[in-house]
């Protein structure tokens, strides 16, 4: 099952390459992800039961992969709000992306392997 999972994600990759909607969303997540927002992350990751989740995209090991849905309980509505009014996309569209996108992102902000220092 995990064979034809990695390549439905592979082809979703693909399109949301060939259609820049990958691009969009890296761009969005680098404007997003400051010391502060991770924090904010962290928080809603623990409240949300996802915390381990979360830690390991910080830390300097693999990174736990987190589903469409289990990303959905993370974030708030507000904030996928947000993400579909700068973007434009529906959030059917934007969540699987940004559920593939969003550990690697977070683990790139946080190359010390250490939760962000807030100022």
């Given at each position: 099952?995990?064979?034809?999972?990695?390549?439905?994600?592979?082809?979703?990759?693909?399109?949301?390459?060939?259609?820049?909607l990958s691009?969009?969303?890296?761009?969005?997540?680098?404007?997003?992800?400051?010391?502060?927002?991770?924090?904010?992350?962290?928080?809603?990751?623990?409240?949300?039961?996802?915390?381990?989740?979360?830690?390991?995209?910080?830390?300097?090991?693999?990174?736990?992969?987190?589903?469409?849905?289990?990303?959905?309980?993370?974030?708030?509505?507000?904030?996928?709000?947000?993400?579909?009014?700068k973007t434009g996309?529906?959030?059917?569209?934007?969540?699987?992306?940004?559920?593939?996108?969003?550990?690697?992102?977070?683990?790139?902000?946080?190359?010390?392997?250490?939760?962000?220092?807030?100022?």
């Amino acid at each position: 099952m995990s064979g034809i999972f990695n390549d439905v994600m592979g082809k979703l990759s693909d399109l949301a390459d060939s259609t820049g909607l990958s691009q969009q969303v890296h761009s969005y997540l680098s404007q997003l992800l400051t010391p502060a927002t991770i924090t904010s992350l962290m928080t809603q990751a623990d409240q949300a039961g996802l915390g381990d989740k979360v830690r390991s995209w910080i830390g300097d090991g693999h990174n736990l992969p987190i589903s469409t849905d289990e990303l959905r309980s993370l974030l708030s509505n507000q904030q996928v709000q947000a993400m579909v009014d700068k973007t434009g996309l529906p959030a059917a569209t934007i969540l699987p992306v940004l559920a593939h996108l969003l550990p690697e992102a977070v683990n790139t902000q946080t190359p010390a392997g250490e939760p962000p220092k807030t100022a």
